[in-house]
């Protein structure tokens, strides 16, 4: 863990594993909840509007100014985060859909049935 | 804590409520495979909209909700007509998914609306 004394710049990137991740090694660490979460607990991932601002020591805190998504999952006590930029949302979503449809497979899947069937005249 | 039975009424007012207070509404989905549910959550900590489904088909409305989620926490400005078009958008790549063809023809139409400055 990064001492209090380092500015704040070495802190943002000392955060490593757990915590802030980029968008691909935040979809992995997404898979790895997903495969624990089928043996027990709730996953949540959490969707929220990000507006950089500067930091206190003027440094900021991200590469731009624009408005982008930060994606959060958190299992238990791990969690994971990433920032997501506009340019990227495309590509992420796409993953991140996969993702979800493709270990979301507790949900039941219903059938509709017909139980009475109408005879054709 | 509300929850709302159907999903569209869900989806619609869930967007709404992002579009009235874009810096504190957050989109929260919890997923428990052991008891097979999945909970969605939109508030802005005043407002709280659920909704709880345990079905398989939902999530291809909510693939949609967090594409439009994600797209209009990412634009410069969030507003109805700003929600608007990224809605058509995801429309027109819905369409080009289920039938390449046609949606190819509808959106060399259209021309490819882009968000305005």
Redesign the interface.
């Known amino acids: 863990r990064a001492s209090p004394s380092l500015p704040a710049a070495a802190l943002l990137s000392a955060t490593v594993g757990m915590g802030r991740l980029s968008n691909d090694a935040f979809l992995a660490g997404l898979d790895k909840h997903f495969s624990n ?15 950089p601002t500067p930091g206190k020591f003027g440094v900021p805190k991200s590469d731009t100014a ?4 930060l ?1 959060r999952a958190k299992l238990g006590s791990k969690a994971i985060s990433t920032l ?3 340019k990227d ?1 495309t590509r ?2 796409g993953s ?2 996969t993702t ?2 493709g270990n ?7 059938e509709k049935k017909k139980k009475e069937r109408k005879a054709k005249p | 804590m509300v929850y709302i039975s159907n999903l569209e009424s869900f989806v619609e007012a869930g967007q709404q409520l992002f579009i009235s207070s874009p810096g504190k509404t957050r989109y929260l989905v919890k997923y428990r495979h052991v008891d097979a549910k999945l909970v969605l959550k939109v508030t802005d900590d005043k407002v709280c909209l659920k909704y709880k489904t345990d079905r398989q088909d939902d999530l291809k409305r909510i693939d949609r909700l967090n594409a439009f989620f994600m797209r209009l926490m990412c634009a410069e400005t969030v507003t109805s007509e700003t929600a608007q078009a990224i809605e058509a958008l995801i429309q027109e790549e819905d369409m080009m998914q289920v039938a390449p063809k046609a949606a190819a023809a509808s959106v060399a139409h259209s021309g490819g609306k882009k968000k305005k400055k």
């Open positions: 979460v089928r043996k027990a607990g709730s996953l949540f991932i959490t969707f929220k509007r990000y507006v624009e408005p982008m998504c994606v997501v930029h506009e949302v992420f979503q991140l859909g979800m449809k979301m497979d507790g949900l039941k899947q219903v």
